[in-house]
């Protein structure tokens, strides 16, 4: 099965999940408090907005990356993308529960858990879709090395590390671990590894 | 009319069907009770979620499948087609319903009654498109063998048969017929049937 | 300017505005009535999201046949098809607006009423898209005839007064223009007329 | 990277966020007060509606050319892409907070600020997008003249101006600064300018 369209269904997938983000960000009604104050307050739906929104962006550079490293789709592949695909399609949710908790006094630890978990779970999806590529090299497409692809996982590894370090700190402190989920995807929107073998230079970074 | 644009409208809104499910999952408000709890008593719209982003997942699996095999579209088809979108664009209804009714003491089997119901048109729509396909050779791609396409429709009728005691089920427990689509979907995850007769072995699912 | 990235921007926006539709159906909270009593009382919202799905679907195949009729976008054409989009996207309002007052005793006839004229504006749309690119001949595909084409246009003129018929009966009874929108839908699925006058029989249904 | 999946990508969003903006236009419920009363009330939420969907539909088409011009995206180009993406889906959130505050006796002033805030990031995106293509020819499709395309990035200077100065109007009159976008869309439908230096005549419209 070529893997045209399911970049074209995954395409439309990324592209109504990240657009449907910004219905977390409440509109403040009028004839309720002075509207200055009521944006102020909503500072936190902006946040997770704009970090939900770029890390669903840098997902999407790198599937974009992964299926241009793929020839042909099969069976398993297929449903491994479409949980990959479940868990962006939910990132609205705790995206919306992490802008609305992360400022309460009590449980904002545990909302940020819940939305570094599901950054976990991304990670994950990731991971299992490029290892599942990786190690069927009849899916590869041409001039990609097997070997040089393998050799990117531990990568993967170090990055649900992370994610775990940041729940970790999500029960900390909720502010501290949206920094740490924003400077992530600073990290990847400067950083990217070279996974191919060969002369054509494709590239890939690490989600 | 050549099938590819149909192809890509359908892709467009499976695209966005499955992404509206999350809409359904309500963000506990903050100010509310524990978040602990609150998150604990919305397991039925998580599950209710996966449920349905799987069915609606594998729906497009088996159009993808389908419509490898289909050359042109007529206009009847065509019609077909729009009718099975209808069916899937409407499954946030039932979907959002049942995770809402589930733990009701009263009227959670009328809700899951109402969700198989919409399975079941889901099954009739599919059950329509290959039908009418394989009794007009004329629309499928070469290699395509119709009578061994043909064979495959009893397997269709088995899977209404198959929806049709899962309502049955809805109205004795209505957590059980939730298991019983999960189960299925496991099923057809896990399993599919071959209806190519030529030698580049196209595979078909049973929806 | 080629018409395939036009076609696909507004196959999106079908897509999307088609899958919206069903937000507007309301679903019932447990605990409130009997669920029963509440799905029944629900019937107007089923009714105009099936008559508003089954238009825009009819919408799309048209768009469809007459892009396929079109060689190339000038930017007049690109603002004639946005138009047309804007009323689209705009349906899932005045179908929500009908689903809730089509029963309510006062103001039913101006719900159905506002319904009526934005299928108008759809098919004013329909009619501005085709009337342009008949009288712009270099932008007909290959083998399309400008003066069979043109020939169509009455109908065009037909639909609209249809329309304005139906506007007529909304404010005599809400619940019989509604049927009477979904009798032209039935019409438009059946019907559909030929303007090409060469020999590769494409055909087009008018809006 | 070929810029075809980013093209359709950006198509994805640009659909989405254009038919998600009927969201904010509210549906008056059956049993408040007379419908003409409430729709004529609710004239804000078309007029903004409008004015968004004018505005996101001239981006698309002005996207559209600016990637005619594109022959391989690199990844800060993909990144500027991501920015002006995000900037466009979050346009839903300034419409709605128009729509509910211009006739607001107080506030009306900050909400059309916002408004205007958030075009005037739009057009900081397209110019950015089209600052860093035509400084790095080697993005260039074929036919185009660098030295020509660099002509004319002082008209996005004059767009981004005419932005601010709305905002300064913003403050005066909410309803002025509407009328004054509505009055820049009109331009932007009638007016264009050309950046190919070379024989095919490709054009771009600034935003």
């Known amino acids: 099965m070529p893997s045209s369209r399911t970049e074209a269904f995954s395409d439309g997938v990324f592209a109504v999940a990240i657009t449907l983000l910004v219905l977390n960000v409440d509109v403040p009604r009028s004839g309720g408090g002075p509207l200055q104050h009521a944006l102020t307050t909503l500072w936190p739906s902006y946040a997770t907005y704009a ?31 479409l949980f990959l695909l479940m ?22 630890g ?7 978990f599901v ?10 879709l490029w290892a599942y590529t990786v190690y069927h090299p009849q899916l590869l497409a041409e001039g990609i090395d ?46 990217q590894i070279d996974v191919s073998g060969s002369t054509d230079g494709l590239s890939l970074e690490t989600p």
């Open 51 to 81: 970090v939900s929104f770029i890390t669903i962006g840098i997902m999407w550079v790198n599937h974009h990356a992964i299926f241009k490293c793929i020839r042909v789709v099969d069976r398993p592949l297929q449903f491994i993308n």
């Open 87 to 108: 868990v962006i399609t939910f990132s609205p949710f705790p995206t919306s529960l992490l802008g609305r908790y992360i400022l309460a006094s009590r449980d904002s």
């Open 110 to 116: 545990l909302a940020a858990g819940v939305y570094g």
């Open 119 to 128: 950054m976990l779970l991304m990670s994950i999806g990731f991971g299992s």
């Open 146 to 191: 097997p070997v040089a692809a393998r050799a990117t996982l531990p990568r993967f590894t170090t990055g649900m590390i992370v994610y775990l370090a940041c729940i970790g700190i999500a029960f900390i402190s909720a502010k501290l671990s949206l920094a740490a989920f924003a400077l992530i995807d600073g990290y990847y929107i400067f950083n």
